[in-house]
């Protein structure tokens, strides 16, 4: 896990020197590189990064990088890490459990995404609602590319 976290490190310490890159969220969750080593609990993985950083398995991503044939969602609106976390309807159900997290951690919803690595517990919730969303994006077989 050591050599995710370094290179997720790196890649953030990268991103905030080109803060203008579109769709780069990651500036968002953390407010400098040392809040972000500060929190030791913090260990983003696979389906996390992507969340994390907009540089995933989101279609206004895709279709900026030419991947993907158009930039929207099922149901219609511009996909992006954030529609993903706060707006979509198709994602209602696995987004439950995150945010009753969220507004139980005393926090309105939809909330800052600096929320989201407040605490170990506020953070593993995420890890679940990201892992549950994009495994079930990679097995429907009407998204493949
Ligand atoms: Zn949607």
New binding site residues.
Partial sequence: MLSIRKSINKRMAKEMGHTSTKGCTTYEFFNSVKERISKDWLKPDHFTTQFLSGHGSFKSYLFERGLSEDPD???G?E?SNK?ILF????VDEIRRPLKQKVMSAGHAWPCELSVMVLDEGLFRELGAFARKYLEKEQSDPTEQI
């Fill in positions: 969602c099922k149901c609106a996909q529609h707006e979509c309807t198709e």
